[in-house]
């Protein structure tokens, strides 16, 4: 099996600060699907590089960034084509996990985690589309933010599923995801946090961790009574099978459009869970059922919103479990992977902001995270600070 140290597929790429600002003296990384003028994004596929052209301009995120006073350091290796939540690339290897060397580090945003948590740049960009950034934060044991769904950031890079797709943030700190996101994201509604609710589901009930001690933690560190903290379990019509389900058809649908043409005439050389993941995508057609798809996923969009606005927060762990040992089973390993979906797709059909916290549990990480309400972007991250102090 290729394997790999280094987190990056270009480590010597570095582009300074276009002028100084609330980020000078930051370096951060940038995953492979992002436009860095000159150069190609080759989206973890060779050939994928070697058919393109070089990009014209940096993308919106980056130029945000170096505006700002923040230098880019190194191109990081993405899972191929972004669809994938595992940390595995065929062609340029495994980006290290430097907290549990023997498990992946997480995907696709797998370089991009695997630069901070080796403490080689202050954080990282990447995409989160159905996990993307809040499942190598849970692996690697970083804070990881997904934002608001909004095509805003988009600018400059490559698509998985648009009705997915956001640029997310790696860090070591709240402090830095805080810094950063308040130069990149737009989300301004305040909080006026009036209930914190926890997710209750018989599929996460066999964690490795003890969620509801957690619970009781992050009640006192946000001063609630015990009035102000409800249980949550969704509706039957909204289980976590259906979200996950409905979830897979439009990501799969959408990324065979964007990708199957392409695919089809080159026929490039996938990794088996790659292949895999297209290959479903190819069956996905455009006809009543997908419309009853994305019918589903605006009615779960408007029941969370309704729920969450900007008083309330809902509280799940980030992954069912840590990070994935290499050696596992490619079968378990998707069995996972669809375990995880069902936690990720909460935040990704409804569009709203998701930050991912790592907590101690001894010899191995895990993760919690808050959702809240759309465009509080900026707010919610003002309680990871809070409960990390």
Known sequence: MLTINSPYIEANVTIQPTSPGELSSFHFSVKDVFDIK???AGLGNPIWKQTHQPASHHAIAIRKLLNTGAALTGI???DEFMFSIKGKNVHYGDPLNP????CYPGGSSSGSASAVASDLVDFALGTDTGGSIRVPASYCGLFGFRPTHSMTLLDGVAPLATSFDTVGILAESPQVLEQVGSVLYGGQIPLHLKTLY???D???SNLSFNYLDNVATIQTKLGLSSQQVKPFRLPSLFNLSQLQKTFKRIQGFEAWKNYGPWLKVHRPNLGADIAEHFAFASTI???RQLIGDYTFKNDFSIYLQDILTNQAMLLLPTTPGPALEKDIGFQIGEQIRLKTQ???SLAGLAGVPQVAMPISTGQQENSLSIITGVETDL???KPALKLNE
Not at 99 to 102: E, G, L, M, T
């Open 38 to 40: 000159n150069h190609i």
């Open 76 to 78: 990081t290796i993405s």
């Open 99 to 102: 907290k549990h060397p023997a």
């Open 198 to 200: 926890y997710l209750v």
């Open 202 to 204: 018989d599929q996460i």
């Open 285 to 287: 057609k455009s006809d």
């Open 342 to 344: 069902k936690l990720t």
């Open 379 to 381: 707010a919610l991250l």
